[in-house]
């Protein structure tokens, strides 16, 4: 099942079959054939011109649309200087020789190479979904996606119920990851960061499946503790917070956990969004696990207000809610949700005929706009959400459930405004590998 999501989280983004990127690993440029001279019976190069004798033979060349005719032996001036003749010593191969009486190099002549730019990897192996992006910095601060990968894969199918990975779900996995490996030997990559969440971190037999990825796939992942989820999901969306936001509440609904930073903005900003955290907490319930628990097909009002309520409890336990509470009622707070959840929201509530990253990512909708779609949703049964372009199959079980989590959210911090982000943990990555190398340093335009 491929996910619709593309992988371009970044504000600037590209295909990546036009990357000037290396074609294999150790491979640094573009390898060209030199051309072969032709050869007589005896295999030595030929001369016509040995062959001849008396007045050389006219040789017929083609310049700019007009015909140009020299002679054996004489080659012509170029901008006005005596060319080299036939005793000088002939051009480096793959360089074409000058045009004649044109400074210009002759159309087809190779350009000096551009200065490679860094290559680095991000991948996310998450409870529902194996995701990738490859992608080089481009204006500071940011960069440009040249290769990405997603996939629904259900990694944490069934996962509540036994407390093990299922052989299905790890089988999809694995393959999903393949596809990642082959992306990733196909090119230079400078750095790259693998991570594996929720799944993984519960799941009993979780370091045994990563063994045999390792041994499958060729891929080494870490599982990475909810601190570091919460920061990652921070740094992906810190283009998100305009500058004069004062307080914002950010969540990440995923598969198996729900992520929540407190982040105040009050003071000095720095560059690093994940610095101005005060308060996070991960909830060991996401839209897989919730729909697991309480259904996903067939889900009545009551069992819509109780799964609320389930989260509700868990966030009740949460010491460091109260941290923005002088902000809360100030027109500069806001939510930022960076998950399939807001992202299905905000396509159902644009009324897309095809779910369009553009534009969702960064998305404002107000209170009374969330409130409807939660609603409309609510009263959906399962073929309606199926057949809503921006749910379909893949996630027509899993949606209520996040809305939930949601509505679960929005009780505890009431805002007038949530902004909608299409990114998050592998632009968190990218961000992070990339500002800690120094790539932004220079001259602010994401060369080295």
């Known amino acids: ?7 371009a989280g970044a504000p600037e983004v590209g295909a990546s079959s036009a990357s000037p990127g290396p074609a294999g690993p150790g491979t640094g440029k573009w390898q060209q054939r030199r051309p072969t001279e032709p050869r007589s019976a005896d295999g030595q190069a030929s001369d016509a011109n040995h062959h001849q004798k008396g007045k050389p033979k006219k040789r017929r060349k083609r310049r700019r649309g007009r015909k140009v005719f020299a002679r054996d032996g004489v080659r012509p001036a170029v901008n006005g200087a005596p060319a080299p003749g036939p005793g000088a010593a002939p051009a480096p191969a793959g360089i074409a020789s000058p045009p004649i009486a044109v400074a210009r190099p002759e159309p087809g002549a190779r350009r000096p190479p551009m200065p490679e730019l860094p290559v680095f990897a991000a991948l996310d192996l998450g409870t529902n979904n194996c995701r990738l992006l490859v992608a080089v910095p481009a204006r500071h601060g940011q960069f440009r996606v040249i290769d990405a990968f997603s996939r629904i894969v259900r ?22 990851l393949k596809v990642c490996g082959e992306k990733l030997r196909n090119r230079k990559i400078r750095k790259a960061r693998l991570i594996a969440t929720e799944a993984c971190r519960s799941a009993a037999n979780g370091i045994e499946f990563l063994e045999r990825v390792e041994r499958e796939a060729g891929l ?5 503790d909810r601190q570091t989820e919460a920061r990652l999901a921070v740094s992906g969306c810190g283009s998100l917070v305009e500058r004069d936001t004062q307080g914002v509440v950010l969540f990440d609904i995923g598969g198996g956990s ?19 955290i005060v308060s996070w907490t991960s909830l060991p319930v996401g839209v897989v696990s919730l729909a697991e628990r309480f259904g996903g097909r067939t889900v009545t009002r009551e069992i819509f207000g109780a799964m609320v309520d389930d989260v509700a409890a868990r966030l009740a336990a949460f010491d460091g809610r109260d941290r923005l509470s002088h902000l809360k009622a100030s027109p500069n707070f806001h939510l930022l949700g960076t998950s399939g959840t807001v992202t299905t929201l905000a396509g159902v509530h644009l009324d897309l005929e095809r779910y369009d990253r553009r534009r969702v990512d960064g998305l404002w909708m107000d209170r009374d706009s969330v409130d409807r779609m939660v609603e409309k949703l609510v009263g959906w049964d399962f073929q309606q959400r199926v057949a809503n372009p921006c749910i379909g199959a893949d996630r027509a079980d899993l949606v209520l459930a996040g809305c939930a989590i949601l509505e679960a959210i929005r009780a505890v911090w009431p805002s007038e405004r949530l902004r909608v982000a299409d990114r998050g943990l592998r632009e968190g990555i990218l961000s992070e590998l990339m500002a800690d190398d120094g790539v932004w340093r220079n001259d602010g335009r994401g060369r080295t």
């Open 258 to 276: 729900s992520e929540i930073a407190l982040i105040d903005l009050t003071g000095r900003r720095s560059p690093r969004l994940a610095n101005h």
């Open 155 to 176: 990694l944490g199918e069934g996962l509540t119920a036994n407390g093990k990975l299922g052989q299905p779900a790890m089988d999809r996995a694995v393959e999903a």
């Open 220 to 224: 080494k992942l870490e599982i990475i």
């Open 1 to 7: 099942m491929e996910d619709r999501d593309t992988g």
